[in-house]
């Protein structure tokens, strides 16, 4: 496409500088904030600060916990829902994906306080146990951290079934019917052929939705509130209650490694299964 390499670096140039300039620097001197000490030099406190406290524990640990089982959650859903709309008829298949892209079109914010309703104590989940019998009362469901894991479920899912169906019809049509006639049975064909080669997917569908869980602001605090603090709300008292730009910045930078690592975590595992698969 173009004559030399230097050409199609050169495209790149204003968008590289663009990126550096309004994003990459800003936050290069957030980030730096949180190993600054008041005296000017460099210092590791503030990381020991946060990690000393319970509250900070408490809080690290369950965002963490949460991301986790969400990513987990939306992936055994996401594999069965991206393995049904493959299969469907083209005609049909387009509809039901449309589907699921659809909630991504509505705002973040719309769609969880929609889950206030769902989920309040005169809510339909309420009204529907009361009126079955199941339960005596309401049930406390909002703030509390299932409201949260259930809020991040819904917003980030679309996500991983997107992923999914994309390394789904990427594969070869005759690799289930073929594990099928030699005798596999489903628990096989989907950890000996549907997980291998759809592991880029999956690779891609959990970085997104892991980190998507674990930098989400609105969801936790709407649903969440003060009583189930996540990382990001945190962060948000930090700066606008506390003012301290310090601590602030040590989430920041907690939040960036986790979901770094979250990556490669993913990455490696499946390179592992790649290479044992091979061997």
Avoid: H
């Avoid at 509250?55 to 949460?66: A, D, H, I, M, P």
Wanted: net charge positive; charged share 15%; hydrophobic share 55%.
């Amino acid at each position: 496409m173009f004559s030399s390499r230097a050409e199609g670096l050169a495209l790149t140039l204003p968008a590289a500088v663009f990126a550096a300039a309004l994003f990459l620097l800003p936050v290069g001197i957030l980030l730096s904030e949180a190993f600054r000490d008041p005296e000017g030099g460099w210092t590791l406190m503030g990381y020991w600060e946060f990690f000393s406290s319970p509250l900070n524990q408490t809080v690290f640990v369950r965002s963490l916990k949460l991301a986790a089982e969400v990513t987990l959650v939306a992936a055994v859903i996401g594999y069965a829902a991206a393995y049904s709309i493959v299969t469907l008829p083209k005609t049909a298949r387009g509809r039901v994906f449309g589907l699921v892209i659809l909630p991504l079109m509505i705002s973040p914010v719309a769609r969880t306080y929609a889950w206030l309703v769902i989920l309040g104590r005169t809510g339909f989940v309420n009204e529907a146990l009361v009126s079955l019998g199941i339960v005596d009362s309401p049930l406390r469901i909002l703030f509390t951290e299932t409201a949260v894991f259930i809020g991040l479920l819904q917003l980030f899912l679309p996500l991983m079934v997107i992923a999914l169906v994309s390394a789904m019809e990427n594969m070869p049509r005759d690799a289930i019917p073929a594990a099928r006639v030699l005798g596999a049975n489903w628990v096989q064909v989907f950890l000996k052929v549907i997980l291998p080669l759809t592991r880029e997917g999956l690779v891609i569908g959990g970085t997104l939705v892991f980190t998507g869980s674990l930098t989400a602001y609105i969801t936790p605090a709407i649903l969440g509130g003060s009583k189930v603090l996540m990382l990001e709300t945190l962060l948000y008292q930090r700066v606008t209650v506390a003012n301290d730009f310090v601590s602030a910045s040590v989430i920041a930078m907690i939040l960036i490694v986790m979901s770094f690592s979250a990556n490669l975590l993913l990455k490696r595992m499946a390179t592992a299964r790649r290479s044992r698969a091979a061997s």
